[in-house]
């Protein structure tokens, strides 16, 4: 289409946005008449990038800090990291393990820690870098003193926007990321003709921190009269060339008014309002393929929204998100603190309850998980797809020793299936080096992946021995893909998945050696993720890989957390071998290691071990809690509890205490539901919102924005309300005195079913239940129980345990009074 036809018919489509928007939620706000359990809004702009708010279609993201005067849009593209396709397999690693196994054992744990560094390290150490891509700066006129100032995100349909009066204009902007036509459009209107006058300015990003590296290098130019184009490559970074290329673009449409380009700037003036669509690609197509033309993916998105008008854009945007965020509704007790900014509902729940900005909190979580994964797209990592920072904290990369896992902990719950295949993706590419590492750093069949990954989906040890000897990242990562099978049921997927899990269960099987006990099969060499136990010897030691002073080393046998991972990972083959039709040596072989691992052991203090061995943390108040990692997200230690081992579990959460960082808390509440303790895990959340919770909702891993902690505060709000872990369907099992009522529609439980309850008093007063795949259901009984279908009365056994089972039909609905 002609540029000028393509303006003519935008300009006839978009006379008002307003009609495409059903809400007026600057009014809703004034009138407290909108949902606050959706809604995030603030009367001040964002003061800082972490207090910005985010928009994402899965592939681009921005972080919208509402400024009048200068408006600062930054943007984010997923694939542009540092570096390019590299490989950090060392060959012949495996020749050394015996020997670090040997000295394991003998208690020569630093000897142990250096030959690991030595021979069984990655090279590279380190790994690349997620990167920001631009910030869209808009200079406006006539802007700087602004009254009766709004701005807001609305969880339910994904925009995010600002509002104020100037000079006696009413001027408003609306943001939003599409995901059916691949754009960020900013939407821009006034109440008064011919008020919008603006300097865009569209400005790239590079390393000045490490002028060593920075060959990331960058050009900004007009676009014709309507537009400004960045065009970039990405950093060589640690010998690795940086591959990378990448174009960014804006397109103005004004209605009325001029336009013209000036150098970098697009000047706008005189305008009824103005429409901006911004694109971004890279030549990004696999982790070992860098081909594509950027330039074309970004004419070919230009070319597609051309076809559409700016209504259809929006519409198809909206219900694109609906189409996921609507699955789920809670509603928790709304206060008269309900409805004030975002901010002061934080300061006012430490001492007067609003219930609701827990489930603000949990659809929060699901929001992110929409705008950062979505098929086809990669997995959220450490900062979602939100980056500001050319060397943002940990890289923003994917760390699995307790992070990427916890960004997916509410995706099989809260009804986003679809949103886990960039993780399922990941899994199956890391097989791709993990075979490599198998082989050559351990002698192993099958395949194996350690802390951290990036892009290239490099899986070798990696940062150093105090974190590298954490081996079973791939296993709980395999653990997220049985999760998948068990809230679907789907065999087809099974049968996809079955020999990635089977590739892990392969290397465990070789890597696992006897203890010096005779007892045990355990790991050697591990560690418990990041945490140096007072035993060994351990002493403020030089790390000559690190090149600096650590507490010691975390080197050890048979860390708790990897014998409660194998011990879930073990048992999950097993069942899944089971449903295939599959029993021979090798599962006989997997059955007769799991009775073999170590088990869940109480220490001399009363507190469950983190170690084999009776060690203790030298950290008093530690982060992780990775020797609870059966009681949850696992399964393991809830199976095996008993009045002596829950007095264990608990000991350890007094001892590390209820604050610490957003992902430590939002694992604390999950961890105080299982226990069944619900007012604890509201009491930590209320911590979190305090210390490690940005104006934004995004949390903080002490002062870095991450991603995890809001995904966990999700995965624990539903816990609190609901569990599914030992395929019973328990409802309101950790329920705060705060939350006496509420309702939870279109959560999601194992077996593939999907609920809708309220509760009242804290006792359920409606329950149905949609059976997605025709299972087994399985309810906590109580007096006088009534199950019906259509109308008709559905029968159920009564097992001497209280628990009622019952047939279901697949697609049909029960209702339970």
Same mark, same amino acid.
């Given at each position: 289409?002609?540029?000028?036809? !393509?303006?003519?018919?935008?300009?006839?489509?978009?006379?008002?946005?307003?009609?495409?928007?059903?809400?007026?939620?600057?009014?809703?706000?004034?009138?407290?008449?909108?949902?606050?359990?959706?809604?995030?809004? #603030?009367?001040?702009?964002?003061?800082?990038?972490?207090?910005?708010?985010?928009?994402?279609?899965?592939?681009?993201?921005?972080?919208?800090?509402?400024?009048?005067?200068?408006?600062?849009?930054?943007?984010?593209?997923?694939?542009?990291?540092?570096?390019?396709?590299?490989?950090?397999?060392?060959?012949?690693?495996?020749?050394?393990?015996?020997?670090?196994?040997?000295?394991?054992?003998?208690?020569?744990?630093?000897?142990?820690?250096?030959? !690991?560094?030595?021979?069984?390290?990655?090279?590279?150490?380190?790994?690349?870098?997620?990167?920001?891509?631009?910030?869209?700066?808009?200079? !406006?006129?006539?802007?700087?003193?602004?009254?009766? #100032?709004?701005?807001?995100?609305?969880?339910?349909?994904?925009?995010?926007?600002?509002?104020?009066?100037a000079g006696g204009i009413r001027y408003q902007r609306e943001v939003f990321a599409s995901a059916p036509d691949q754009v960020i459009v900013i939407r821009i209107r006034a109440d008064k003709?011919?008020?919008?006058?603006?300097?865009?300015?569209?400005?790239?990003?590079?390393?000045?921190?490490?002028?060593?590296? +920075?060959?990331?290098?960058?050009?900004?130019?007009?676009?014709?009269?309507?537009?400004?184009?960045?065009?970039?490559?990405?950093?060589?970074?640690?010998?690795?060339?940086?591959?990378?290329?990448?174009?960014?673009?804006?397109?103005?449409?004004?209605?009325?008014?001029?336009?013209?380009?000036?150098?970098?700037?697009?000047?706008?003036?005189?305008?009824?309002?103005?429409?901006?669509?911004?694109?971004?690609?890279?030549?990004?197509?696999?982790?070992?393929?860098?081909?594509?033309?950027?330039?074309?993916?970004?004419?070919?998105?230009?070319?597609?929204?051309?076809?559409?008008?700016?209504?259809?854009?929006?519409?198809?945007?909206?219900?694109?998100?609906?189409?996921?965020?609507?699955?789920?509704?809670?509603?928790?007790?709304?206060?008269?603190?309900?409805?004030?900014?975002?901010?002061?509902?934080?300061?006012?729940?430490?001492?007067?309850?609003?219930?609701?900005?827990?489930?603000?909190?949990?659809?929060?979580?699901?929001?992110?998980?929409?705008?950062?994964?979505?098929?086809?797209?990669?997995?959220?990592?450490?900062?979602?797809?939100?980056?500001?920072?050319?060397?943002?904290?940990?890289?923003?990369?994917? @760390?699995?020793?307790?992070?990427?896992?916890?960004?997916?902990?509410?995706?099989?719950?809260?009804?986003?299936?679809e949103c886990s295949e960039p993780l399922f993706k990941m899994v199956k590419e890391l097989t791709d080096q993990g075979s490599q590492v198998a082989r050559e750093h351990y002698g192993a069949?099958?395949?194996?992946?350690?802390?951290?990954?990036?892009?290239?989906?490099?899986?070798?040890?990696?940062?150093?021995?105090?974190?590298? @000897?954490?081996?079973?990242?791939?296993?709980?990562?395999?653990?997220?893909?049985?999760?998948?099978?068990?809230?679907?049921?789907?065999?087809?997927?099974?049968?996809?998945?079955?020999?990635?899990?089977?590739?892990?269960?392969?290397?465990?099987?070789?890597?696992?050696?006897?203890?010096?006990?005779?007892?045990?099969?355990? @790991?050697?060499?591990?560690?418990?993720p990041e945490n140096f136990p007072d035993g060994g010897g351990n002493k403020p030691y030089f790390d000559e890989v690190t090149a600096g002073f650590r507490e010691g080393t975390t080197i050890?046998?048979?860390?708790?957390?990897?014998?409660?991972?194998?011990?879930?990972?073990?048992?999950?083959?097993?069942? +899944?071998?089971?449903?295939?039709?599959?029993?021979?040596?090798?599962?006989?072989?997997?059955?007769?290691?799991?009775?073999?691992?170590?088990?869940?052991?109480?220490?001399?203090?009363?507190?469950?071990?983190?170690?084999?061995?009776?060690?203790?943390?030298?950290?008093?108040?530690?982060?992780? !809690?990775?020797?609870?990692?059966?009681?949850?997200?696992?399964?393991?230690?809830?199976?095996?509890?008993?009045?002596?081992?829950?007095?264990?579990?608990?000991?350890?959460?007094?001892?590390?205490?209820?604050?610490?960082?957003?992902?430590?808390?939002?694992?604390?509440?999950?961890?105080?539901?299982?226990?069944?303790?619900?007012?604890? +895990?509201?009491?930590?959340?209320?911590?979190?919102?305090?210390?490690?919770?940005?104006?934004?909702?995004?949390?903080?891993?002490?002062?870095?924005?991450?991603?995890?902690?809001?995904?966990?505060?999700?995965?624990?709000?539903?816990?609190?309300?609901?569990?599914?872990?030992?395929?019973?369907?328990?409802?309101?099992?950790?329920?705060?005195?705060?939350?006496?009522?509420?309702?939870?529609?279109?959560?999601?439980?194992?077996?593939?079913?999907?609920?809708?309850?309220?509760?009242?008093?804290?006792?359920?007063?409606?329950?149905?239940?949609?059976?997605?795949?025709?299972?087994?259901?399985?309810?906590?009984?109580?007096?006088?129980?009534?199950?019906?279908?259509?109308?008709?009365?559905?029968?159920?056994?009564?097992?001497?345990?209280?628990?009622?089972?019952?047939?279901?039909?697949?697609?049909?609905? #029960?209702?339970?009074?």
């Open positions: 289409m002609h540029r000028s036809l !393509f303006c003519l018919v935008v300009l006839f489509l978009v006379s008002a946005m307003g009609k495409a928007q059903q809400t007026d939620i600057p009014a809703a706000i004034s009138s407290k008449t909108f949902n606050p359990s959706t809604l995030l809004w #603030y009367n001040t702009p964002a003061k800082k990038w972490e207090d910005a708010l985010p928009v994402g279609n899965g592939r681009l993201g921005a972080m919208v800090f509402g400024k009048n005067g200068e408006e600062r849009i930054q943007l984010n593209e997923e694939t542009v990291w540092s570096g390019g396709p590299y490989s950090t397999v060392v060959k012949g690693g495996y020749k050394v393990l015996p020997e670090i196994q040997q000295k394991v054992f003998a208690g020569k744990y630093l000897e142990a820690h250096n030959l !690991f560094g030595r021979n069984l390290m990655g090279y590279p150490v380190e790994q690349q870098k997620y990167q920001g891509l631009a910030n869209l700066h808009l200079f !406006f006129k006539g802007q700087d003193s602004v009254s009766d #100032y709004k701005r807001w995100l609305n969880l339910e349909d994904g925009v995010s926007g600002v509002s104020y009066s003709p011919g008020s919008i006058s603006f300097t865009a300015n569209l400005r790239g990003v590079r390393n000045q921190t490490h002028s060593n590296y +920075a060959t990331d290098y960058f050009r900004m130019d007009p676009y014709g009269s309507d537009g400004l184009v960045l065009t970039g490559k990405s950093a060589d970074y640690m010998g690795v060339e940086g591959k990378l290329r990448y174009e960014a673009r804006i397109k103005a449409v004004p209605e009325g008014g001029s336009m013209r380009t000036d150098g970098v700037d697009l000047i706008i003036e005189n305008a009824d309002a103005v429409t901006l669509y911004f694109a971004a690609a890279t030549n990004f197509v696999n982790y070992k393929d860098v081909s594509a033309d950027q330039h074309q993916r970004v004419n070919d998105y230009f070319k597609k929204v051309e076809q559409r008008s700016f209504n259809a854009i929006l519409s198809a945007a909206v219900a694109d998100h609906q189409h996921y965020f609507d699955r789920v509704a809670l509603s928790l007790p709304v206060t008269a603190n309900s409805f004030l900014p975002t901010p002061e509902r934080v300061q006012q729940i430490q001492s007067l309850p609003d219930p609701a900005l827990a489930a603000l909190s949990y659809q929060f979580g699901r929001y992110l998980m929409i705008a950062s994964s979505r098929p086809g797209t990669q997995p959220a990592n450490l900062q979602g797809i939100w980056n500001d920072d050319m060397n943002p904290a940990w890289d923003s990369k994917y @760390t699995t020793n307790i992070n990427t896992e916890m960004n997916y902990w509410p995706v099989e719950s809260g009804n986003l299936p069949r099958g395949w194996v992946f350690h802390q951290n990954t990036d892009l290239w989906r490099v899986a070798a040890p990696m940062d150093g021995p105090t974190w590298g @000897t954490f081996t079973v990242g791939g296993a709980w990562l395999c653990t997220q893909l049985w999760e998948h099978y068990q809230y679907t049921m789907d065999k087809d997927y099974l049968k996809e998945a079955f020999p990635v899990i089977e590739g892990s269960v392969t290397f465990f099987l070789d890597f696992l050696v006897p203890h010096p006990n005779g007892k045990w099969l355990v @790991t050697n060499p591990s560690t418990s050890c046998a048979g860390s708790s957390i990897d014998m409660q991972i194998l011990y879930d990972l073990f048992g999950y083959y097993l069942e +899944a071998a089971r449903i295939m039709g599959k029993e021979d040596a090798f599962v006989q072989q997997v059955r007769s290691a799991r009775e073999k691992l170590v088990p869940p052991q109480i220490g001399r203090d009363g507190s469950l071990q983190e170690w084999a061995d009776d060690w203790r943390s030298l950290e008093k108040n530690h982060r992780h !809690f990775s020797h609870m990692y059966g009681l949850y997200p696992g399964k393991v230690l809830y199976e095996k509890r008993t009045p002596a081992l829950i007095e264990a579990y608990k000991k350890v959460l007094e001892e590390r205490g209820d604050a610490s960082t957003g992902f430590s808390r939002a694992w604390k509440m999950a961890l105080w539901a299982r226990l069944e303790d619900g007012n604890r +895990a509201n009491k930590i959340y209320k911590g979190y919102l305090k210390d490690q919770c940005c104006n934004s909702f995004f949390a903080l891993c002490g002062r870095a924005l991450q991603v995890d902690g809001s995904f966990g505060v999700s995965a624990a709000v539903t816990e609190m309300l609901m569990q599914s872990q030992e395929g019973v369907i328990k409802l309101l099992p950790a329920l705060p005195d705060e939350w006496n009522e509420g309702s939870f529609k279109g959560v999601c439980a194992r077996g593939a079913f999907e609920l809708d309850f309220a509760w009242k008093n804290k006792e359920v007063t409606r329950l149905s239940i949609l059976s997605k795949a025709g299972q087994e259901c399985r309810l906590v009984h109580r007096p006088g129980m009534r199950i019906s279908s259509n109308g008709k009365k559905i029968s159920y056994t009564i097992q001497p345990n209280g628990i009622i089972s019952f047939g279901t039909v697949k697609n049909a609905v #029960y209702r339970v009074e």
